[in-house]
């Protein structure tokens, strides 16, 4: 009984964290569709919605800086949506725009581009540009491969600050297929703040036997490596024509810069 009793007091909790997480969208959702700041009065009215429960979400979004109230009690968006709204339009723009230039490149180099991003200790493919034929190197937008086995992954940790990047590196490094990936934590944030500052990443069987990466970190204005863009290809072809690829990819993430203004 004693179990049962807590399992739907659990799911009762639940439903009312949706509900909470509902009230909040709807809220804002009105705001957006009146275009003007209203009162709690007005959005409960409007939504149908008890007042108790609207000014309890309301008081929640404006501690944490969601929503606004002027000096006559009307509500607003608060400065941290602001953020959320610029921190997703750049992602956004910085996704297009790469984009443009990896199809490019993959056309000049006749070889697969990639744009990568981080999510914590994994990289991310955002994008995959590849060329006809049947002989190339390649995986799924979406792949997400331990930071410590890429060279994308050097560079997006290379801006962090030492503490924050060693105790990523600590928690999240582990041994690639190949055997050869660096695990050391401490070696590991030395290549990474290398890599960045030389602006360009190579890793030769790191993370697949006989495959290549050849990368270069996309910056914002103040140094932060947001993505990268890489070549991926047979390792033998990467040797050979090693510094061709290393200036083609960070001729390519400074034109990305460029475009997006990060860079004069």
């Not at 009105?30 to 007042?51: C, E, I, N, Q």
């Not at 309301?58 to 949506?81: E, K, M, N, T």
């Not at 056309?107 to 981080?118: D, K």
């Not at 503490?163 to 050391?184: C, F, H, K, N």
């Amino acid at each position: 009984m004693a179990e049962a009793a807590a399992a739907k007091a659990e799911r009762a909790s639940e439903r009312s964290r949706v509900s909470g997480i509902e009230r909040a969208v709807q809220i804002c959702d009105h705001l957006l569709a009146m275009g003007r700041p209203l009162t709690a009065y007005d959005v409960s009215k409007a939504l149908g919605a008890p007042m108790s429960t609207i000014y309890g979400v309301v008081d929640s979004l404006l501690r944490q800086d969601l929503l606004s109230r002027d000096r006559d009690g009307l509500l607003w968006f608060g400065p941290r949506l602001y953020h959320y709204g610029l921190a997703y339009g750049r992602s956004l723009n910085l996704l297009e725009t790469a984009s443009q230039e990896m199809r490019e490149l993959s056309r000049l180099l006749g070889e697969t581009v990639q744009v990568c991003g981080r999510d914590d200790g994994h990289m991310v493919v955002l994008a995959m540009a590849e060329p006809p034929g049947h002989f190339r190197v390649s995986s799924k937008v979406g792949t997400r491969v331990p930071l410590n086995w890429t060279a994308s992954g050097r560079l997006l940790i290379g801006h962090l600050p030492w503490p924050e990047r060693i105790e990523l590196m600590r928690r999240v490094a582990q041994p690639s297929p190949t055997g050869m990936a660096e695990t050391d934590p401490e070696s590991l944030c030395r290549a990474g703040e290398t890599a960045l500052a030389e602006k360009l990443a190579i890793q030769l069987s790191e993370s697949d036997f006989a495959v290549a990466c050849i990368a270069a970190p996309i910056c914002t204005p103040n140094g932060d490596c947001d993505a990268t863009i890489s070549v991926v290809l047979p390792e033998q072809k990467a040797r050979e024509r090693e510094r061709t690829y290393s200036v083609a990819v960070q001729e390519a993430a400074s034109r990305i810069e460029r475009l997006l203004g990060w860079t004069a």
